[in-house]
Each structure stands twice: as C-alpha cells, then as structure tokens.
C-alpha cells in the first residue's frame, strides 16, 4: 500500500471519528491542557508538545467510533472500508486505552493496577527500542512524541472515566493534595506507595462500563468526567439529546451539586489530578535511562526550515484537528463556556470574532485557521504523524499484556 494512500485514509479517518460518533474520552479541550502542561514541566518545544498532543488523540482517533463512520451513510467515506480491514489491529487496541470497563471485565483495584503497570513498562520498553532502530532521526523523535503521547491518554482517561475522585482520601494515609493552585486528589502512584496491595485498599473502584448498559448506575456515561458541565447523552436511556449527570459525581472533596459552579469545579478536580498523574507518569518513564535519553533528544525538536513539510503537517493537522472537535461537540461538550464557546462559534461559523477577546495564542491560531482555509484542504497534512501508527502499531504495542485480539481484557487468572 502506498504512503500516500494510507495517509489519505488516515485524515479521512480522523475527520469520519470526529463528526460521526460521540467520543469517549476527556474531551479535546482537556486532554490539550493536560498535555500542554506536561510540555510546559518538561520543557518541551512548541512543536514537540504539538506532536505528543497528536499521539494523545490517537486512542480516540483509531477507536470504535472509526468502525461507526465506515458503517453509516450518513458518511460515505472512500478509502475507510479499506483502512479498517488493513488495519484492524490499531482499531481492536485502541480500546484498552481509555480505562473503560469493557464488557463489565475491569472488576478490582488489582485489574487497574495490572493495567498501570503494563503502561509503564510498556511505554519504557517501546521509547527505550526506538534508541536502537535504524530509522531517519526525525521518525525516531516522532515515534517517541507520539508514543508518549498515546500513554499519556490512557492515564488522562483514568482520572475521567473513573470514580477515583469521589472517594475520601482524606480518611486515609495519603491526603488530598491543596496548594495555592488550587486541590487534586493524590495520583494511583503516589496511593500506592503507601498502599502497596490494591485487594486491600480501604475502597473498591470502579469505572464506566462500555458500551453502556441500561439499568447499570457504573455506566461510561455516568462515570465521566469528560466535559466541564458532566452533560452527556445516554446511549444506556436514550431521551434528550444531553442529560445532566451530576447526580452520579455527588461525592469526594469537592461534590457535584448539579450548579454550573460546582459540576465545574468537580470535573476540574479531575483534570488537575489527570495533569498531575501525566507529569509524574514521565517521570517514571523516565526511571528507565534509555526511555529518557529518548525523550530528552525529542523533546527539544524544533522543525527548521529543512522540515518545512513536516511544519505544515503538524500545523495543518493539529489545528485542524481540534477545529473539527468543536464540530463534534467533544471540544468541551455541545454548547462550551466561556472563550472555548467563542472558538467553536466562529470555527463552526467560518467567522472571525474578535480574537484579542478569546485568548490563548492557541485558541487565536485556531480561530485564523478555521477562517482560512478549508478543512479538507488541511487534512492532507496529517503525514508522518498518523504514518507511524500503522507502520510502527504503537497502539497495539501499549496494549500489549492487557488487550488482546479479542476485544476482551486480559488479567492474570485469580
């Protein structure tokens, strides 16, 4: 197969999973904000951090939602077919890495801390082997942002898709974590270095079974944290288009009420506890010397003029992305607050709005973009960074240990 006909069905692909299905996972906006925040600890460049924030997408990009778009007629897309049947093992992996409850097999503590620990030690092995591949330098550090990227989802989407936050931590050895930037909870890591046999943890966690079921209260969609207002419909009860689901996430330190108020400051519990998971998660990473010389060599990767194409690949690809995310409703749910609601506005208006009133650099960037060019037209740039995957099965390679081929999880026998 061509490289330019797997790259044009893996743009085509990012487009169909993005307008075709609900996604499953932080939503964009908040998945950004963790990643750009690792970046910013670690001292990565601007374009480094942009090529680990196109790997963060790509559980949610290669999961179920593409098997949706190829089916429905909705979206007639030439070449996804096609995509799927040759690619069927970067679908069937991108399905454990969002710490759902697949099929009501992710029972006890001790399933998450396998999937924790497999994680880990596969992130360390893949970034360590990409030290010994004879491959171009620039697919070397693509591969490790990218793969860095892709874990670091799987992390974020614990923190969201879980009831770790509800629980009492204060009631335990290991505190809830308040500082002047606000509260978190403590990280899985830090709990369990004082807790060391999750059997025996003083709670019973649980997470999001997926597909949801009706008549079940541990459900995807009432588990997540994925939007700062917890609205969401229910594919377990379908009725109006988004529900609110604060009545499941009335517990923990900071309490949905079912108030814009405090549904926000619960779901930013989560995030900040994700954001501060994913720093200490690189850090462990990089406890393996090899995982960190990778990581410190990509890092400072900046695209010179030599790269030209690879700069217009990752602009192109990664503002287009998260334009298409507002189209989606998966920026920061259907109806956003605040200046992320300005972005999809004028990015589903074609429309410029004031741009000095939204205010991140990023969000202006987006803005410029949507109202530039046409988003097919970006699309072609998707290139080395959505190649990889199919190439190198970085999805399939993190799975490794609890995925399998069979869609079910796979745990040591008890």
Known sequence: MSHSYIRHSAALLVLAALLGSPLFAFDTYWHSECSRKVGEQFGFTEHAWKIMQLGNFSPDFFGPVSEYAAK??????????????????????ALFLHFDNLNRELQGNSDFDYIFSHLLQQTQALLAGYNQMKVDERVRKTLTLVTLGAALHAVQDFYSHSDWIHNDFDATDVKTVRSA????????????????????WPFQLHSGIYPPLGGERYTHTHMNHDNSRLGYPEAEDPGPLMRPQAEYHNAGPVPARGDDASDLAHQQLAVDTAAAASI?????????????????????????????????????????????SCAAGKWDGDDP???????????????????????????????????????????????????????????????????????????PKK
Not at 181 to 200: L, Q
Not at 294 to 321: H, M, Q
Request: glycine share 10%; with cysteine.
């Open 72 to 93: 429905s007629p909705a979206f007639p897309i030439p070449g996804l077919d096609q995509y799927q049947a040759n690619n069927p093992q970067v679908r069937g992996a």
């Open 181 to 200: 930037g606000g509260v978190r909870a403590p990280t899985w890591f830090e709990f369990r270095a004082r807790y060391d046999d999750p059997a025996k």
């Open 280 to 324: 200490e998660f690189v850090r462990k990473v990089e406890e393996n010397a090899e995982a960190k010389k990778a990581i410190e060599s990509a890092k400072v990767w900046n695209l010179t003029a030599k790269d030209a194409r690879l700069a217009k690949e990752l602009d192109a690809g990664f503002y287009t992305a998260m334009a298409i």
């Open 337 to 411: 607050a605040g200046s992320r609601g300005v972005i999809c506005r004028s990015v589903l208006g074609r429309r410029l709005n004031s741009v000095s009133s939204v205010g991140s650099q990023l969000e202006s960037e987006i803005l410029g973009l949507a109202t530039s060019i046409l988003m097919p037209a970006a699309l072609r740039f998707t290139g080395m960074f959505w190649d990889v995957h199919g190439q190198y099965h970085i999805l399939e390679h993190l799975a490794e240990g609890f995925g399998s081929a069979s869609g079910h999880y796979q745990f």
